[in-house]
């Protein structure tokens, strides 16, 4: 068995071989991979069963169990989207700007793969499926390391999308699967061979992660989510969205974590959201002023920074907009953020102000992911600034490079003014 540098040094190969690859080689991959998971679906759910058996027994929350289970209708998404994924354009090789900097000299800059990149992700299979799909769509090796409690169903699934690569001629170790926490720490030492590390988990796993590591560090942190439903929202309207936002799936980084309500619209709103959370039996929290209207536990400090990843709901009542937003920026992760009314000035204002990778208006928190997007799917969502922000699809996983194409010039023609900068902008792709 290979030891964690060897498994670096083999992605470093096969990122090289995926690089110089065709698109239709690696779209040819991906269908493979379809193929050979629904061909392979019995073994793969065997090994899933005795996942959730297990995590059963070591009483694992219920909503995180509903995401380790790996059945016929995740098999059905995840296949649906390599089919997708397969016909979306190539993420490599485009010219995203070019230039004629002197006669005869043009200047390319294209879009090219990020090398080998580690991704600690969830105990979530179906991510496993769809972070190394859009790593292979996008000309990358990846290094995937899921939860301990999916460690069979990801071995199996691994073992598909390797298989399918390798029977259209690519290299199977583009993915490789990393077991315990041991190769974490061994992959955080790999600077040389290993590009970029994206991390998924809370915000303290992440900052932990970037203190150990001189690779560089793309967090997917904690999605710390709020529905604002403003004095000028429809209360029917914002009923729904709020629903939505918290209960459609509570185990995932998009769904509500904190309802806030302006003060004027609160005793008319608070009522009608209290039996549709009951419905769901969400569990709800409050402040003082939503305890004065609605019958709900008290809220702490603590409550408007957590991520509950459960049936709860922590709710605060806010005096007007601007209140909302510094609460947002306050307590937020960066994440996906709403705001409900029928202001179209309030809403820009809060569209603007809001520091977070999505801001929606009249619209579920839920829509924030890379397939509702129309990016294939995604490797996460990244809540930070740089490189990428927000979902992240092949775009995100890509970086450039400048291509010169010359026929002789000289720095010292330049100089002398033998020859003249043009710095023509071109409306063509590099021919090489």
């Not at 540098?5 to 779209?27: E, F, G, T, V």
């Not at 990020?114 to 769509?137: C, H, M, N, T, Y």
């Not at 997007?373 to 809540?383: P, S």
């Amino acid at each position: 068995m290979k030891d964690l540098h060897q498994m670096a040094a083999a992605s470093r190969k096969a990122a090289w071989a995926l690089a110089a690859s065709d698109i239709q080689q690696r779209n040819a991959a991906l269908l493979a991979m379809a193929r050979v998971l629904n061909a392979s679906k019995e073994t793969i759910f065997a090994a899933n069963v005795q996942d959730v058996e297990e995590a059963t027994a070591a009483n694992l929350a219920a909503p995180l169990l509903s995401r380790l289970k790996f059945r016929e209708e995740k098999l059905a998404a995840v296949t649906a989207g390599l089919e997708a994924l397969a016909k979306l354009d190539d993420p490599i090789g485009k010219t995203t700007y070019a230039c004629e900097l002197t006669e005869g000299l043009q200047l390319y800059r294209i879009a090219c793969p990020i090398g080998v990149i580690g991704v600690i992700f969830e105990s979530r299979p179906d991510a496993l499926v769809q972070i190394a799909s859009l790593a292979l769509k996008s000309g990358n090796a990846v290094l995937l390391k899921g939860g301990r409690e999916a460690l069979r169903t990801n071995a199996a699934l691994c073992e598909c999308l390797r298989q399918a690569a390798e029977e259209v001629g690519m290299p199977a170790d583009f993915a490789q699967l990393l077991t315990t926490r041991e190769d974490v720490a061994a992959m955080l030492k790999e600077d040389e061979l290993i590009d970029l590390i994206i991390p998924r988990g809370s915000n303290e796993f992440v900052r932990y992660i970037m203190d150990n590591s001189r690779i560089p560090v793309l967090g997917h942190a904690d999605g710390i989510c709020h529905v604002y439903v403003d004095k000028a929202a429809d209360p029917d309207m914002a009923v729904s969205i709020a629903v939505d936002s918290k209960a459609q799936n509570v185990a995932v980084c998009n769904a509500m974590e904190t309802l806030l309500v302006h003060e004027d619209i609160a005793g008319e709103f608070l009522p009608r959201l209290l039996p549709a959370m009951q419905q769901k039996n969400v569990r709800l929290l409050g402040d003082e002023a939503v305890q004065a209207i609605i019958p709900v536990e008290a809220a702490t400090e603590a409550d408007w920074a957590t991520e509950y990843l459960d049936y709860v709901l922590s709710i605060h009542v806010v005096k007007d907009l601007d209140a909302a937003i510094e609460h947002i920026n306050h307590y937020g992760s960066g994440h996906t953020d709403c705001i409900v009314t029928s202001d179209e000035a309030a809403a820009k204002a809060f569209m603007i102000r809001v520091d977070s990778a999505g801001v929606y208006h009249n619209v579920s928190t839920r829509f924030a992911d890379g397939f509702v997007y129309g990016f294939g799917a995604e490797v996460g969502i990244a809540t930070g600034k740089i490189h990428a922000r927000g979902p992240m699809g092949l775009e995100g996983l890509t970086t450039y490079k400048y291509k010169l194409l010359g026929s002789g010039q000289l720095m010292a023609e330049m100089k002398s003014g033998e020859r003249q900068y043009t710095h023509r902008l071109l409306d063509e792709e590099c021919p090489l």
